[in-house]
């Protein structure tokens, strides 16, 4: 007779992570029930009742591995992100600058910025498709590429002449957006269940480190000066850094990243793969979500949430400067507090939700925090000091950009087992959305009423968001999964064990989960 402890030691033999490139050693099959006698299936003593052991499609446990290098994948998808979230911020930050060097309205330098969010809205479905049918490596590559040729046409723009030419270099790299949606994908396919919302967390990061570095660097690399020819030389040098970087990060992407491992991280996974893709229709997989009311919820909410981020991000040098003027540089600096606290707010949570799995409670307290940070910030922006706005600002960005990961988690938890990549993407379409009503909104009462005004507007939206999180029903289906199979240790009629423990949810699961 083996123990209950002897059994889960033996059974999770192998699952953890192998310091090669082999196979981790097999799971031993038992043959005998007696042996299982102790395992509790249900609540039902009724044995002439038929039970699920008797009654379940069996599927083949198969091999499961961790590769080391799967956070080699993580950390080049984070500085692809990097690379891309830095193009969005160039002009914004400094946009009294690029006013009078090329001679055009804020209207203007406003929409250098939400070119990164309009393109995405008509990508969206397009590349899901592929993003389903091809893979996550394509959709980089061709991510990358775009960024790089788009940053490379803009080192020809420093002329106050060219602002059309600046304008598309800037359309050129707004197509690099169509990777926002794999973060969530890529932590199903390469980590195990017990690190995806940190490994989502990391992702994210990217993005964030690169508003960071795109608050901070620009007032740094061109200083506010009178003489147009050296203000020219200086945007030339910082379009040439941008360009760079971004042309080392593309041939670092098509060399060395990999679409998955060759062993599947989880149970769930390797089923997955077994699965012909003609089993996945994208179509009635986009119609299942749009049905989802929790999940329409959250897709409202999240959109209310990280627009209000966009247009802060994107107003944030007209706000300071407001108040206080000539302090460009500062500006950037209090734009990079902002990303900095929410990069430690996002890793933060991306740990405590998998180590709580409280996803509404977490989303919902988080959600409220950024309320109430948006307000004191709105409050004391015309204090005077600019140390309270420093604090006060890295409250605001440790809950409102922390919140990014949380949602894209919250989402693969309401739509199990549908796509990560399908579900993310319209979280994301969801905020480009309100990103731009909100920076359009708000530019105008800022310009009109100033900018407590403005902030005020996004308060409201803000509350609205938090009231539509509480209504939110957290039905938790991968969770529920994952419990029912790990609690039921479903046996073979010859008593062999198979157990599928999933956090890699992906559309094509639904297939095989359908035979349980």
Known sequence: MISQDEFSEEWMDGVGEDGGDGWSPPRKERTSLGEYSRLSVGDSSDASEPSALDTAQLLPLMETKLYKRRWLMLIIF???????????????IIGDIFLRFYSIGTLAID????????????????VSWVLEKRGVREVLVAAAAFTCIGAWIKTGTANPSMFAMTFFGQFVCSVGTICMGIPSRLASLWFGEQEVSTACSIAVLGTQLGIAIGFLLPPILVPNVDD?????????????????????IFVLVVIVFQEKPEIPPTQAQAQARNIPPDDYSYMASIMSLLRNKPFMLLVVSYGLN??????????????????????EVNAGRIGL???????????IC??????????????????????????????????????VVFVTAGALGFFMTGYLPLGFEFAVELTYPESEG?????????????????TISQGKIIDRWGTFAGNIFLCIFLLIGTALTGLIKSDLRRQKANLQNAEVQTMSPTGSVSSVLDYGATARKAHWQRQY
Not at 337 to 347: E, P
């Open 337 to 347: 507090t902002i990303v900095v606290a929410g990069m430690a707010g996002s890793l």
């Open 111 to 126: 929409w250098l910025s939400m070119l990164f969010l309009i393109t995405y809205i008509p990508l969206f479905l397009p």
């Open 350 to 387: 991306g740990i405590w939700l998998d180590r709580t799995k409280t996803y509404k409670q977490t989303t919902l307290a988080v959600y409220l925090f950024s309320l109430i940070g948006m307000l004191v910030y709105t409050f004391t922006l015309n204090l005077g000091h600019l140390w």
């Open 422 to 438: 399908t579900s993310s993407g319209l979280l994301n379409c969801s905020a480009q959305i309100f990103g731009i009503i909100f």
């Open 78 to 92: 984070s500085a692809f992100s990097m690379t891309n979230a830095l193009m969005w911020l160039q002009y914004g």
């Open 228 to 248: 147009v020819e050296e203000l020219a030389y200086h945007i030339r040098i910082m379009f040439y850094i941008s360009a760079g970087v971004a042309t080392f």
């Open 306 to 327: 990280v627009g209000s981020f966009y247009s802060i991000s994107t107003l944030l040098n007209r706000m300071i400067i407001e108040h206080y003027p000539g302090e």
